[in-house]
T-cell receptor
Framework: NAGVMQNPRHLVRRRGQEARLRCSPMKGHSHVYWYRQLPEEGLKFMVYLQKENIIDESGMPKERFSAEFPKEGPSILRIQQVVRGDSAAYFC????????????FGPGTRLTVL | DAKTTQPPSMDCAEGRAANLPCNHSTISGNEYVYWYRQIHSQGPQYIIHGLKNNETNEMASLIITEDRKSSTLILPHATLRDTAVYYCIVKTGANNLFFGTGTRLTVIP
């Protein structure tokens, strides 16, 4: 029973390029959450998606960041025109429902912007 | 969501019980207490959660005071692999978790 999978595990981009981070939730989970962790800081919520719908994007920066969770395939967090401040670990979590359930986290994608 | 306060760091001898406190004096009646931990650079791991009764699972026990203003996570026999940052989170639903600074637990051989 595979856990939450994220790829790539490490991603290096130059300033101005695009970064695409993928998250495959646990089998049977239709709720996905993205968090960002800057160096030496705690995790910060970014966005909560249910299949094909964005439920809460209150933590997403207004520009350059977008997320989707299509009917088929993994959830994608997309960062356009990356800047050095985007360097962080990005964690995805999934849960079977949206209420009172623990979230299962993936291993994270470490983005480095040169 | 209620704010939580945790000590920044704690040490515990290997094999002894680790008791991690959390204050949440502004918790409301329908808010749950969740505990997660993050072992160095890994994704956070769910430990346990509760509303008002004490809870126990294979990893830990959660003791919530009667007035629900504080709680304690107990790792009964700490091992070196329990060294991690432990987060106490109070939330009505599971839509988004607010991770504060947590408690950095170091288990000492």
């Amino acid at each position: 029973n595979a856990g939450v999978m994220q790829n790539p595990r490490h991603l290096v981009r130059r300033r101005g390029q695009e970064a695409r981070l993928r998250c495959s939730p646990m089998k049977g989970h239709s709720h996905v959450y993205w968090y960002r962790q800057l160096p030496e800081e705690g995790l910060k919520f970014m966005v909560y998606l249910q299949k094909e719908n964005i439920i809460d994007e209150s933590g997403m920066p207004k520009e350059r960041f977008s997320a989707e969770f299509p009917k088929e395939g993994p959830s994608i967090l997309r960062i356009q025109q990356v800047v050095r401040g985007d360097s962080a670990a990005y964690f995805c979590a999934s849960s079977p429902t949206g209420l009172y359930n623990e979230q299962f986290f993936g291993p994270g994608t470490r983005l480095t912007v040169l | 969501d209620a704010k939580t306060t945790q000590p920044p760091s704690m040490d515990c001898a290997e094999g002894r019980a680790a008791n991690l406190p959390c204050n949440h004096s502004t918790i409301s009646g329908n808010e749950y207490v969740y505990w997660y931990r993050q072992i160095h650079s890994q994704g956070p791991q769910y430990i346990i959660h509760g509303l008002k009764n004490n809870e126990t699972n294979e990893m830990a026990s959660l003791i919530i005071t009667e007035d629900r203003k504080s709680s304690t996570l107990i790792l009964p026999h700490a091992t070196l692999r329990d060294t991690a940052v432990y987060y106490c989170i109070v939330k009505t639903g599971a839509n988004n978790l607010f991770f504060g600074t947590g408690t950095r637990l170091t288990v000492i051989p």
